[in-house]
C-alpha cells in the first residue's frame, strides 16, 4: 500500500503541476497579460508548486530533513538529472546574454543559501531575506526584459508559448487551476507520508529521503516540461525552466517555508549535501561557458553523477534493509 501510495502521489503531482501551469497560463492569455510576465512568474513558479507544497507539508509535520532536503535535492536533481537528460535529448547552444545574468543570479542565490544553511536554522528573518531577494529579482527582471530586447525576454516568451492554451476560455482555465492545485496538494501529501514509512523502514533519515524521494517526485513537473519541449526542439524554454526553477526554489521555496515553519537544518545537509548542490552550479556553469553549448556527453556525464549520488544517498539504507551490513 505504500508504494501504490508513493506511485499515486507522482502521479498526482505530475499530473497536477502540468494543469496548474497550464490552466494559469490559460487564464492569463485571456486576460491579456503578456508572454513576458507569464514566462517569467507563472510558468517558473509553477512548476515549482510541487516543491513548495511537499517542503511546507514536511516541515509542518516536523520533518524538517524533508523539507530542507526536498529544496537542495530539487536544485540537484534540476541540474543533474533534468539538465542531463534535456542535453542527452538534444544538445544545444547557450544564449550567452541570457546565461549571464540569470546564471549569475543562479550562483548568487546558490551562495545565500549556503550561507543561510550553515547558521543551522532556517529562520523567520533568512525567509524575508529570501523572499525580498525572489521579489527583487522578479522586478528587475520584468523590467529589464521589457524595456530592451533581451535573450533572456525570448526565452521567458517562449516558456510561455509552450504552456499556452489558446483555445481555452477563462472558466476552463479556471477549473484546470484549481484541479492542478487539488492533484498537488494530494499529491504531497502522499508522497511525504509515503516517503516517512519508507525511510523509516530502510533506517535512513527523513534528509535522505528529502534529498531522493521527495526531490525526485516533486521535480516530476520540471522533468516532464523540460524534456517534451527538448523532444520538439524548444530547447531553450527546457534550460529556462531549469534555471528558473532553482532560483524559485532557493527565494521562494526555501523564504515561504522559513516564514511559515521555522525550522533546523539537518547537519548532514549542511556537511555534504548543500555543498554538492554549489558543486553542480559550478558543473552547470562549466558545461554552459565552454563553447556556449551543452553536448550530449555533457548530458550522460551529469547524469552519471547524478546516479553516483543516489547510489552515495541511498545504499546504506539498501544494504540495511537486506541484512547486509
Not at 507522482?10 to 514566462?39: C, D, M, P, W, Y
Not at 545574468?101 to 529562520?123: C, E, F, P, Q
Not at 548530458?299 to 549520488?309: I, Q
Amino acid at each position: 500500500m505504500v508504494i501504490v501510495q508513493l506511485l499515486g502521489g507522482l502521479i498526482l503531482l505530475l499530473v497536477g503541476g502540468e494543469a496548474l501551469v497550464r490552466g494559469s497560463v490559460a487564464v492569463a492569455t485571456q486576460l491579456g497579460v503578456s508572454k513576458l510576465f507569464i514566462g517569467l512568474t507563472l510558468v517558473g513558479f509553477g512548476t515549482s508548486m510541487p516543491e513548495l507544497v511537499a517542503s511546507l507539508q514536511g516541515a509542518l509535520a516536523g520533518y524538517p530533513g524533508v523539507a530542507v532536503g526536498n529544496i537542495v535535492g530539487s536544485n540537484i536533481a534540476n541540474v543533474l538529472l533534468i539538465l542531463g537528460v534535456t542535453a542527452v535529448i538534444l544538445p544545444f547552444a547557450v544564449k550567452r546574454e541570457a546565461f549571464q545574468r540569470d546564471g549569475a543570479v543562479l550562483v548568487l542565490s546558490s551562495l545565500i543559501l549556503l550561507a543561510v544553511i550553515l547558521t543551522g536554522y532556517l529562520s523567520r528573518w533568512a525567509g524575508v531575506l529570501l523572499v525580498g531577494f525572489l521579489l527583487a529579482y522578479t522586478g528587475y527582471s520584468y523590467w529589464s526584459e521589457r524595456n530592451a530586447a533581451k535573450a533572456a525576454a525570448q526565452i521567458h516568451e517562449a516558456e510561455a508559448e509552450e504552456a499556452s492554451m489558446p483555445s481555452v476560455s477563462i472558466w476552463w482555465g479556471l477549473l484546470i487551476f484549481a484541479l492542478g492545485v487539488l492533484g498537488i496538494v494530494f499529491g504531497a501529501s502522499m508522497l511525504v507520508s509515503s516517503s516517512i514509512v519508507i525511510a523509516h523502514h530502510l533506517g535512513v533519515s527523513d534528509a535522505v529521503i528529502g534529498l531522493t524521494l521527495v526531490a525526485i517526485g516533486t521535480s516530476l513537473p520540471e522533468l516532464a516540461t523540460s524534456a517534451i519541449a527538448a523532444a520538439r526542439g524548444h530547447v531553450e524554454v527546457a534550460f529556462g525552466n531549469i534555471v528558473g526553477s532553482n532560483i524559485f526554489n532557493i527565494f521562494g521555496i526555501g523564504g515561504v517555508t522559513a516564514l511559515v515553519v521555522p525550522i533546523p537544518v539537518p547537519a548532514e545537509i549542511a556537511q555534504v549535501d548543500i555543498w554538492v548542490m554549489v558543486g553542480t552550479v559550478v558543473l552547470m556553469a562549466i558545461a554552459c561557458i565552454t563553447g556556449w553549448r551543452v553536448s550530449r556527453r555533457e548530458g550522460v556525464f551529469l547524469l552519471c553523477c547524478y546516479a553516483a549520488y543516489m547510489v552515495f544517498q541511498l545504499m546504506p539504507g539498501l544494504r540495511a534493509a537486506a541484512g547486509i551490513a
